[in-house]
């Protein structure tokens, strides 16, 4: 998998065990740790199904772009 030089690696597993945490694990209703093993293991079978590679859109002209823009509107600080 190759992460874009402008994102994290750490930012996508973070997404990942949010979505776990909401979808998997929420509400914490379990009889045993068998019982969430089985859960976590459902999800991740279907997530593997459902999980699309996406391509980043966003390019350095872009981001060049949105600063042009940030920095139009931004109001001008005095300087002391």
């Not at 694990?25 to 093993?37: G, I, R, S």
């Amino acid at each position: 998998m190759h992460c874009p030089i402008h994102s994290s690696w750490l930012n996508q597993i973070e997404i990942y065990f949010s979505i776990v945490q909401r979808k998997v694990l929420t509400p914490n209703d379990f009889a045993n740790l068998a019982a969430v093993e089985r859960r976590l293991h459902d999800f991740e079978r279907l997530y593997e199904q459902a999980a699309r590679p996406f391509e980043w859109k966003f390019t350095r002209r872009d981001l060049a772009r949105l600063m042009r823009r940030i920095e139009e509107l931004a109001p001008r600080s005095k300087a002391a």
